[in-house]
């Protein structure tokens, strides 16, 4: 069964650090850049960070950059998210996700075939929420 797994997420205090994992079944991961995007309560999906397939290429968005760092480890099929100096704006729902034809670059993340929502490899998510 193909599919992606995240974990890792929680009640965290301002200022405090959280590190998610995003697990790959069922296909390996090496072939693939891997995107991690959020959403928050009543607000559109984002995309966060991404990491790219063969030379590891990273993006940050803006809302994150200089603190939150991506990573993978081929060998357990896993990607990384780690969070640092979280406000509570970073609460929200994290998701990874890839397909096929998404590309990551230095300066963003690019889908071939449309939306990002339509990419083929989704996780559930997992909850990070940010509140003293």
């Known amino acids: 069964q193909v599919q992606l797994v995240e974990s890792g997420g929680g009640l965290v205090q301002p200022g405090g650090s959280v590190r998610l994992s995003c697990v790959a079944s069922g296909f390996a991961l090496d072939y693939y850049a891997i995107g991690w995007f959020r959403q928050a309560p009543g607000k559109e999906r984002e995309g966060v960070s991404c990491?790219?397939?063969?030379?590891?290429?990273?993006y940050y968005s803006d809302s994150v950059k200089g603190r939150f760092t991506i990573s993978r480890d081929n060998a357990k099929n896993s990607v990384y998210l780690q969070m640092n100096s979280l406000k509570p704006d970073d609460t929200a729902v994290y998701y990874c996700?890839?397909?096929?034809?998404?590309?990551?670059?230095?300066?963003?993340?690019?889908?071939?075939?449309?939306?990002?929502?339509?990419?083929?490899?989704w996780g559930k998510g997992t909850l990070v929420t940010v509140s003293s």
């Open positions: 990491i790219g397939s063969s030379d590891a290429r990273t």
């Open positions: 996700a890839t397909d096929v034809a998404f590309l990551c670059a230095s300066s963003g993340y690019v889908y071939t075939k449309g939306a990002v929502s339509s990419m083929d490899f």
